[in-house]
């Protein structure tokens, strides 16, 4: 099983550090000493010399963030605002377009009845298909080879609820999700750079009913007696999200 390794701060001035231990076989190597397997096994405090070490279970989530991948993933934040939007349930029927790692079906898998994923290249089914056994993900999904811009080679599920478009021009791959969709489904673009998003709405005829176009901003603060201020690093923009709901 999968560990957190939490290093405490041992000096007024000194940040909590936090270590992903894949798994419990084996001593850990950290900066500040070596954490033997029989702690990893137990969790708990462990202290070596002057130094303070908390070990607990790595959850989904703490695994989510750390796929292989061979590219980038859907952050838990805009998928977040993607479930709340379109009220992903355990009675919806997902297509995942740009299966990528993995990373979306195997969140999904845990909350949808079933989602449908496709690639266009197989080496990312092959990873992709890898993590999700890693992550044990609940067997709710099927994962295919096929070409968003081309209908003809994504299979035949229909009646969809939700489509998520992860894709370089998600406006060439609307036939597809027109086809894909029940009526009232929702389309939901990610896309890293505006003019992506731009292009996809533009492209939008009467079929289509344009909700919003958002991004998501998240600013970290660190909290802790008088030093009470935003982080220096700014994670705060990853992509675009354009909503779309299929009228016809």
């Not at 041992?10 to 950290?30: A, F, G, L």
């Not at 279970?57 to 993933?73: E, H, N």
Request: charged share 30%.
């Amino acid at each position: 099983m999968a560990r957190i390794i939490v290093k405490e701060p041992s000096r007024k001035r000194e940040e909590r550090k936090e270590y992903y231990v894949p798994n419990e076989e084996h001593d850990y190597h950290t900066d500040f000493g070596t954490i033997n397997k029989e702690a990893l096994k137990k969790c708990g405090v462990v202290v070596f010399g002057k130094e303070t070490f908390r070990i607990y279970p790595a959850t989904f989530a703490d695994q989510y963030t750390r796929l292989r991948r061979g590219v980038q993933i859907i952050t838990p934040k805009d998928l977040g605002l993607m479930m709340a939007e379109t009220g992903i349930d355990r009675d919806t029927v997902v297509l995942d377009i740009g299966f990528g790692s993995g990373a979306v079906t195997a969140y999904l898998s845990r909350i949808a009845a079933k989602v449908y994923a496709y690639d266009v290249e197989k080496h990312n089914l092959d990873q992709g298909l890898k993590n999700l056994e890693e992550l044990d993900t609940p067997k709710r999904y099927d994962v295919k080879l096929g070409d968003a811009y081309n209908p003809d080679t994504i299979a035949q599920e229909n009646e969809i609820d939700v489509f998520i478009l992860d894709v370089p021009e998600p406006w060439r791959a609307l036939a597809t999700a027109k086809k894909a969709l029940k009526q009232g489904g929702w389309l939901v673009g990610y896309t890293p750079c505006i003019t992506q998003a731009m292009q996809l709405v533009d492209a939008l005829d009467g079929s289509w009913a344009l909700v919003k176009t958002c991004e998501l901003i998240e600013r970290e603060w660190k909290v802790g007696g008088q030093a009470v201020r935003p982080v220096t690093r700014d994670f705060g923009h990853s992509a675009f999200l354009t909503f779309v709901r299929k009228v016809s």
